[in-house]
């Protein structure tokens, strides 16, 4: 064991911390655990010949999740981005609107924006929770928007500023109560993306559920996965209802006519992908445990390493660990990419934090705040090797 | 056996000549086939873990698609909608432009149209095919449109005619040398919507491959089955390479970093889904050659009755027959809800066609040209239970 010591370099700590933790190597960034029913939801699901659209995996999938998360309906998707899409459409977000969302965050939060015709406006972050800065983003609206006729307008661009979507950081949830109290106050929708953060909890209640709509992923490399998925939560039954609507070609009830109306997605998760979401759901207490254990190994590891330290849960809530993540202190920055060729070298599979949003060329021109926060997080964040296969738990 | 009795009504004859083809039902308009290798694949696909968005199965089922279809490439993706709506942004159309579409299509060749912020201009059909009407097409376009600077411009919006989408309906290829020979002449891309009619061949060449890119779908109700799934085809090698970085959210390839060149989309088939595809499409043969067989039956059932005719495959084209396909004589309009409703109530699932674009609320100002054709099919064309399975064939 070499951690801490003074004669090595931070590379190479870093690289002896994550053995003392997971053990060899190698290892990818995450990939999924079926270790329960998958195979045989899945196996009822093509024997039952419903594997598309229809199908009783869905509504179950369906359910299960409302009562996972607490939440009143949930509405299956195909993916997270497909879900963001449509919980922006119906929180009013139109053509010319303004939606702000988080510099720091994976380029699907921006995309969806851009589905609406409307423009990303982006927010800072702040290092706690590595999502959106409540009160920064108070100060900015107080400074930069005026309300007109109940609706918030920036004053340098005179577009609307419809919706605010909080992004819970590698399941990390961001403070929930000075953002719906910011947004509230402006008159800005908030659409959750709790694409990261199934199994994440702000004061006791689960992520996803605090805005009008939140939304969720079951990506291949979620902490639970359908191949490609997602899924919106909400309590309001009107909007899920319209959510159905929309997500499945917008088509009227009628016994054979195809008749639409209204400009419809075709958007439904199918029952085969929901099979396996119904089956991953039951292992998700395991795989949180699996993750959270991980998370322990991880913070005992580099606790002696100088000029790291592990992201841990804000105050009064409860992460999922989704990704395992690494802060280099401030200073350390021209070590992120030397640690990330010395871990990927020694087979375990790191990254940095995706690019920011407005480092992208497509994005550059849109509004934002000082980001400085945000800069200063994608230049020391690296996240780990995280699947729960690598501290297995069984319940 | 009452078929062609002058004493029993037309929905009777139907519902007697439908029991003499397929037995006594009940029967769904369409179910897939899974009597392959679908439960090893999908076996192996959940041992591999790699079920999402990265895995062999989404590689060999593109490459089998595009050995099948006889084209260069496939990309494969979540869905014929999203297939389309890629499609048709490579192709070129950007908001205000026009795309002219069947009026007699699944209102997904319509919304992917307005995906890219276009209008659709609708096409009326032929009887022969039911597809659009190429003379028809030509003359309208002659009279309505001008070339600018190379390209086709309607006269009465002033907007560019960018792209047309012949949509092969029911598996029925259209009129591909006469539609290619105006789309040429008046600078007017094609993109085929080859949704219907995998396995169907116009003058020996399969659909979706002579257009600038062609689309096929792979939901429950289609030929073979994904769950939930489609593809892009094209001869083109940049546009096949740049199809697959717009659906795989246009990143850029490096070991860790998360860039993006451009706005893309969460649209990759996920490898769950293509380990069905891979062994769905190793059944299409036997599949193909049911549906035949199936449409055979049908065709000799209805021979005697007076009043109806099976729509049969266009002259030099091979139909894959996925929808087996009722047209009632003109004058016998009234019946089609009739025939309706007696052979639903009999068990066996009927539909009329979908409600023509234009008659749907939020598409009826779209530019149009004179429907009649369409509008009469629509009130004519009855679909039949088609699943292969009505008439098995082991090849």
Redesign the interface.
Known sequence: MKSGGLLTTLPDRVVDAIRSAIGSGPSVLH????SGN??LY??EC?DS??????GKFVDRFEDDLARFTGVKHAVAV?????ALHIALKLAGVKADDEVMIPALT???TA?AV??C?ATPHLVDSEVRTLGIDADKLRDYLREHTEQRAGQCVNRATGRVIRAVIPMHTFGHPVDLDGLLAAAHDYNIAVVEDAAESLGSYYHGRHTGTFGLMGTLSF???KTI?T??GGAILTDDAALARHAKHLTT?A?LPH????????????Y??????AA?GCAQLEQLPALLASKRKLFERYQAAFAPVVGVRMVAEPEACRSNYWLQTLLLAAGQESQRDLV?KAT?AAGFM??????LMHE???FKDCPCMDLAVAESLSRRLINLPSSAGLAPVAL
Do not use: C, M, Q
Request: without cysteine; aromatic residues 14%; charged residues 15%.
């Open positions: 990939e999924p655990t079926f998958e195979w899945l196996k093509l010949t419903f594997v598309s659209s229809v195909v993916n997270g981005t497909a994976f380029v699907a995309n851009t589905y015709g990506n291949g490399n996965t191949g490609g070609t088509k016994a054979w006519e195809y008749r639409h109306d209204e400009i419809g997605y075709n439904r998760l199918p029952n085969l992908n396996l990330l990927n790191t990254r940095p934090a995706w690019v992208l060329a497509h």
